[in-house]
Nanobody, 125 residues
Framework: QVQLVESGGGLVQAGGSLRLSCAAS???????????MAWFRRAPGKEHEFVAA??????YYADSVEGRFTISRDDAKRTGYLQMNGLKPEDTAVYYC?????????????????WGQGTQVTVSS
């Protein structure tokens, strides 16, 4: 089992930046097998939306965040990150990190077994 805890959310003005962290704990072998790490977000009244993912050094982004957000992970610290620059009011949502091994569709939330509790990001105009 892998436990995930997000942090770093908050209130920021449009154009500002935030860095989210996702700290993983649990069995070392379980973490090693969860080599796909992703970020999703959920705005009020909407479904989970794919934001970004990383697997084996490759990165994937939603079109809406490409060029503004950067996903990374530090396996020595068992922590993933989402650097968010140029934030817009439409980025307001609860952000979740998720982890899994090999997934067929990296952008599908249903593919992930491990989830954090979420962290709120609010961007004011």
């Amino acid at each position: 089992q892998v436990q995930l805890v997000e942090s770093g959310g908050g209130l920021v003005q449009a154009g500002g930046s935030l860095r989210l962290s996702c700290a993983a704990s649990g069995r070392a072998d379980a973490y090693t097998m969860a080599y796909t790490m992703a970020w999703f977000r959920r705005a009020p009244g909407k479904e989970h939306e794919f934001v970004a993912a990383t697997r084996w050094g490759d990165t994937y982004y939603a079109d809406s965040v490409e060029g503004r957000f950067t996903i990374s992970r530090d396996d020595a610290k068992r922590t993933g990150y989402l650097q968010m620059n140029g934030l817009k009011p439409e980025d307001t949502a609860v952000y979740y990190c998720a982890a899994e091994g090999l997934v067929a569709d990296i952008r599908s939330p249903g593919q992930y077994d491990y989830w954090g509790q979420g962290t709120q990001v609010t961007v004011s105009s």
